[in-house]
Structure formats: structure tokens, C-alpha cells
């Protein structure tokens, strides 16, 4: 396993003149296994696809251990990928589909590669199959083959291009914990791109958000998860998507009153946070912003509290969503046992530390 550097890397594609991906640069370190995420066309599979080596940057450097392999040809990296099609051979049996990239790649005797490729399909439980070609094969099985076949390679570097979005969401929980697991045991250094940002979170030791070619922000999940550095990272994280609220903040020294921009309600922060937080912020408009899980419903006409008119509510099992009407809509994640009708009077609040105040023009998080 080895090291990843990436640094100041760029891909400009002449067609349509599109900068794929600008100025990114990361570090992954050995046995690190990092999610890429972002929505279509924000350069996910490019970034891949250069690490790969089947995509020449534009500008910028790809390390891989001390090796500077930038220039260097795709079959000459050390380098294993997963795809979202499984690319596998139809004429092949899964054996000799494991086996290929083994006898392309290294000068193993006959024995030894057979001996890899045994070891690697019942590490992903497909050994009855390694006489089946691929058209005889569920799609999860296919998928484990085309694990099966990055494995028995050992490379340096795993890259997964949304291997799992071909699946049905069941096969695709297993499959997830599968590739867990096999991180675990082998401890390898992978980049995994996805569009889930479910995925992205549960399955990265750290998550990395892209947006227009541009990296927004990288960090261990519940880090981005709790201090997004803007209001697109803020809103592309969690689910349901944050609250996103326009206010009118009124600045008069250790005092910060918000009040919605559509009027409706107002909130206090108390002094004592305000003096703790070493941002002054000017008495402007800005885009508050509050996570469902963070809105709570209390006593009707509590202290502090917002009173809202409830205008849907979602059951999704587990949990119920209320869309709460304050002339701006805020939603709250509440128990399912919580049994409330649209038309509903109730009141609600939030704890001041949760919330995010983003400056309305930049979107940055200043607050
Ligand atoms: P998706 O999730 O939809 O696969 P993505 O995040 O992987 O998207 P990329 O496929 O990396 O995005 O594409 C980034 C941008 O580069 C897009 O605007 C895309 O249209 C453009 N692009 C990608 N490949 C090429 C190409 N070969 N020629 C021209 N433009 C391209």
C-alpha cells in the first residue's frame, strides 16, 4: 500500500471547453480508505480517472508512494479500479477474469497466480463461481468477481468508480459492509467515489466534497458533518437537508437578535455565546442554517419559543418530517409516536450552538 499526493491538479477537456477539475489537491495516507462525493458532473470520475492514469492533467502532479507517476502510462501504475459496469470480460470465466490482470501485470509462475486468485474468491465467497462466465451471474456477484479481480492484484492503490449504483439498495447495504470489511482486513488505501453522500459518510475515514471541478472541503465525516465550511458542503451533507433560512441579524454589541427576512419570528442568542465567538458579525442579511434533528418541538408559548403552523407532515417509518410554517418553512426530524396533523398550531426552538450562520452573498459559514 502506499501514499497518495495530489497537487494543484487540473483537467481541462477542449470539447465544450470545460474545466473538469482545478486546483485540487490531496493527501492520502497508506491504509486510508477516502470517499469522493459531490453531485454529476462536479469532476468525481475525472479525478479518478487521472489517478488512474486513463486521463492525462492538464496541469498538476500524482505521487503514489515516492513515485511521481503523472506521466506515467495507466498498465504501469500500481494501481487497481473498480467500476460501476464491473468491466468484465464476457468470454472469460471468472477465474481466468481474476487471473488476466495477475499475468498481465506480474511474472507469477502458473501456481502462485492460481493460488491467488483461490485465496482472493474465497475471500469475497464467489470460489463455486470461478468456472461461470460472467452473463451467468447476478449482478452482486458480478460485482464480487470484479472485487475478487482488484484483490488478487495486491496494488498499491484501490480506486472505486460508484461500484455499488448498479445494485438494489438491499444488495448494496451488504455490499457497502463488504467493502468495509475487506478494508479492514487488507488495510488498503483507496479512493471511492460516489453520489450518496450516505455512502460518502458511512464508508470514508474521511470524505472528500467536491463541487464545479472545485474541492469544497475534506475531513472526517462528522467533522464536515458538524462544521460544514459553506452552504453548499452544509446542504449536500445529511438528510434531510439543512434548514436554510433567510435572516436579518441585528448586531448591538453581545447581543444578536435573527429575524426571519419574511418576518415571522425572531431568535436571541445570548451574550454569553456571542462573546464566546470570536467572529463579530455586522448587522446585515445572512442564510441561517439549522439541521432537522436540531429543531425541537416544545411547550405551546415556552420561553424563546418560535409558534409555527404545521403544513405537512412526512411519516418515513422511523422518524416523522414536519414542515413548519413561520412565512420561511423550517423542518424538524421528530419521533414517529409524535402525532401531529398539518394545520397544527406548535411551538419549537433550537439550541444556539447548533446553528450555522452563512454569509448570504459567498455562502461561507461565518457564524
Ligand atoms: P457523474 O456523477 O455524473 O458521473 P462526475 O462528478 O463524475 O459526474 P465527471 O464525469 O468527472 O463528473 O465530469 C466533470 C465535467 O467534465 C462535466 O462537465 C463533464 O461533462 C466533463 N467531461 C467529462 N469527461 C469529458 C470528456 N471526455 N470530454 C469533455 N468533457 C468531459
Known amino acids: 500500500m ?19 477539475v482545478d486546483d485540487l489537491s490531496l493527501e492520502i495516507e497508506d491504509g486510508e480508505f477516502v470517499t469522493v462525493v459531490g453531485p454529476s458532473g462536479c469532476g468525481k470520475t475525472t479525478t479518478l480517472r487521472m489517478l488512474a492514469g486513463l486521463e492525462r492533467p492538464t496541469a498538476g502532479t500524482i505521487k503514489i508512494g515516492d513515485e511521481n507517476v503523472t506521466d506515467v502510462h495507466a498498465k504501469n501504475r500500481d494501481v487497481a479500479m473498480v467500476f460501476q459496469n464491473y468491466a468484465l470480460y464476457p468470454h472469460k470465466t471468472v477465474f481466468e477474469n481474476m487471473e488476466f490482470g495477475l499475468r498481465m501485470s506480474t511474472d507469477l509462475n502458473e501456481t502462485e497466480r492460481e493460488r491467488r486468485v483461490v485465496e482472493s474468491a474465497e475471500m469475497m465467497d464467489i470460489e463455486d463461481l470461478l468456472e461461470d462466465k460472467p452473463d451467468e451471474l447476478s449482478g452482486g456477484q458480478k460485482q464480487r468477481v470484479a472485487l475478487g479481480r482488484a484483490i488478487v492484484r495486491e496494488p498499491d492503490l484501490f480506486l472505486f468508480d460508484e461500484p455499488l449504483s448498479n445494485l438494489d439498495a ?32 458511512t464508508m470514508g475515514d474521511r470524505i472528500v466534497i467536491l463541487d464545479g471541478g472545485e474541492l469544497q472541503q475534506q475531513g472526517r465525516p462528522t467533522e464536515v458533518y458538524e462544521n460544514p465550511v459553506n452552504e453548499f458542503v452544509a446542504g449536500f451533507i445529511g438528510s434531510p437537508s439543512m434548514n436554510f433560512v433567510d435572516v436579518d441579524v441585528e448586531s448591538t454589541g453581545s447581543r444578536l437578535r435573527l429575524t426571519g427576512a419574511n418576518g415571522g419570528f425572531s431568535f436571541d442568542l445570548s451574550p454569553a455565546y456571542v462573546n464566546n465567538s470570536e467572529v463579530a458579525l455586522d448587522s446585515s442579511r445572512y442564510t441561517l442554517g439549522i439541521r432537522p434533528e436540531n429543531v425541537t418541538l416544545v411547550d405551546p408559548g415556552a420561553a424563546d419559543s418560535i409558534t409555527a403552523t404545521i403544513d405537512v407532515v412526512e411519516p418515513v417509518g422511523s422518524d416523522n418530517f414536519l414542515h413548519l410554517d413561520v412565512n420561511s418553512e423550517f423542518i424538524a426530524r421528530v419521533d414517529s409516536d409524535v402525532y401531529l396533523e398539518p394545520g397544527d398550531r406548535v411551538s419549537f426552538t433550537f439550541d444556539e450552538s447548533n446553528i450555522h450562520l452563512f454569509d448570504h452573498e459567498t455562502g461561507h459559514n461565518v457564524f
Open 2 to 20: 502506499a501514499r497518495v499526493s495530489v497537487n494543484s491538479l487540473r483537467k481541462e477537456f477542449d470539447t465544450g471547453n470545460v474545466v473538469a
Open 170 to 201: 438491499k444488495l448494496r447495504t451488504s455490499m457497502r459492509a463488504e467493502i468495509q470489511r475487506l478494508q479492514n482486513e487488507l488495510e488498503i488505501t483507496a479512493v471511492y467515489v460516489t453520489h450518496d453522500q450516505h455512502e460518502a459518510m
